[in-house]
């Protein structure tokens, strides 16, 4: 689980290398072994010891015990090693929050540190980047996880960007078969993966760095205004203020073009309308929907490279007719534009759409708790955790519910058109 800050700051550039660049980030994990990899890793001098927290034995895969013990247990340094952190920002712009659902720490601490920052930082924007599990999930008792951490995030964040394990598996595996069959001209370099932490290409890869990776240009590219110039840029408390109309709907779905990097894939590079295309097809998205059977609250693009304004309006006008959008906000489009794209790409586009397409990713994670709830499977590892309670379970499963409920009610309005209301004529 990982806290970071963003203000736009960066390290010293001597010789075209940065010299002194730190994360202004806190990492933690109550497993030690992942963040001791990183202190071995290529990434060791950017983070600081000081930044770390970490305990041995773990959340056994319970969110009671990352919640309720750790937070209590580990509350004080936390918000200690952030205050700490915050004070080195210019202009504290917001908090990411990155965090995964299925498991006891970044499900119980996560949502703990998010509740933490509102109380903290009532002023500061919180965005979280959540990874949800897939059915095939390993943990067993994953979708408990998931609610009781679902409540936290409809409650206490600004904004939500939920990522699925499988969407972003399935995004590798087809990079990969493109690799094999060479289809459209692309190819994967040889003994080479998709990841980015040692320049696009390692030996050996290790699991998930190619799904991971996919998760850090998202983060790259929605914090690319705050670090480069562009002609619109784009302040991250801006995403919320425009995109979120409802406090509760601020579930905002990530989709990515290009989502591999060239220095890992001998590819055409794409022709800047279907760039924007691509960014609207279910195959990009980070989570399985398809938003175009489904209704826009609103939507915001990002650009980076050699883009114009005019070419961003173009394509909007382009793609305006096969969007659904809701009829009292026909023109919710935020659009950004930075002129440093990334590196080995002319070009690339992050859109984040406040869309009721996840609506089904909530119904099937509801489905999958009550089948473990209704037997009472597992209950008794968290209800003997002090502090946790049976009525944590109905109240989470009873906000989620009202959650898709939410949802549907607007689905349902899909179509329908409002009456124009009459102009006002100014007599003269």
């Known amino acids: 689980m990982s806290i970071r800050r963003s203000d736009g700051g960066a390290g010293q550039i001597t010789g ?16 030690e072994g992942v963040v001791n990899e990183i202190l071995q890793g290529p990434l060791r001098d950017v983070f600081d010891s000081t930044q770390l927290i970490t305990d041995v034995s773990g959340s056994g895969n319970n969110w009671a015990v990352g919640h309720w013990t750790y937070g209590s247990t580990y509350r004080d340094q936390i918000v200690e090693q952030v205050r700490r952190a915050a004070e ?52 067993i008792t994953s979708p408990y996880n998931s609610i009781l951490a679902m409540r936290a995030l409809t409650e206490h964040a600004d904004c939500v960007l939920p990522v699925e394990n499988q969407s972003l598996a399935d995004i590798v595996n087809k990079i990969r078969h493109m690799s094999h069959s060479g289809k459209g001209g692309s190819i994967i370099k040889k003994d080479s993966t998709v990841i980015s932490s040692q320049g696009g290409v390692s030996g050996v890869e290790k699991p998930f760095d190619a799904m991971n990776n996919i998760v850090a240009n998202l983060l790259l590219n929605i914090t690319s205004s705050a670090r480069f110039e562009g002609s619109l840029n784009m302040d991250l408390n801006e995403i919320a203020m425009n995109l979120v109309p409802f406090p509760r709907l601020h579930y905002l779905v990530p989709s990515l073009t290009p989502l591999y990097t060239l220095a890992d894939v001998n590819i055409p590079t794409r022709r800047l309308d279907q760039m924007f295309s691509d960014a609207f097809s279910k195959d990009h998205q980070l989570i399985r929907a398809d938003p175009k059977h489904s209704l826009y609250l609103a939507c915001a693009l990002m650009v980076r490279g050699n883009v114009q304004v005019s070419d961003l309006r173009r394509n909007i006008e382009r793609l305006r007719p096969t969007l659904p959008f809701v009829s009292w906000n026909q023109e919710g489009w935020k659009t950004g534009l930075c002129s440093v794209p990334p590196v080995g790409h002319t070009h690339a586009l992050l859109a984040l759409a406040n869309n009721t397409c996840v609506r089904p990713t909530f119904t099937e994670l509801r489905e999958r708790f009550t089948k473990l709830y209704r037997k009472k499977a597992h209950l008794h590892h968290y209800l003997q955790v002090e502090g946790m309670e049976q009525a944590c379970f109905t109240e989470a499963l009873t906000s989620l519910s009202s959650l898709i409920e939410e949802y549907s009610q607007l689905d349902a309005t899909k179509g329908v058109c409002m009456p124009e209301a009459p102009r006002l004529n100014i007599a003269t």
């Open 88 to 139: 080195h920002c210019d202009c504290l712009q917001c908090f990411f929050l990155i965090h995964s659902m299925g498991g006891g720490t970044g499900s119980g601490l996560g949502t703990y540190v998010l509740k933490l920052l509102e109380e903290e930082f009532p002023e500061v924007y919180r965005i979280v980047t959540s990874v949800y599990p897939s059915a095939e999930d390993d943990v």
């Open 16 to 31: 075209g290398k940065i010299s002194s660049l730190k994360a202004r980030a806190v990492l933690v994990d109550m497993e």
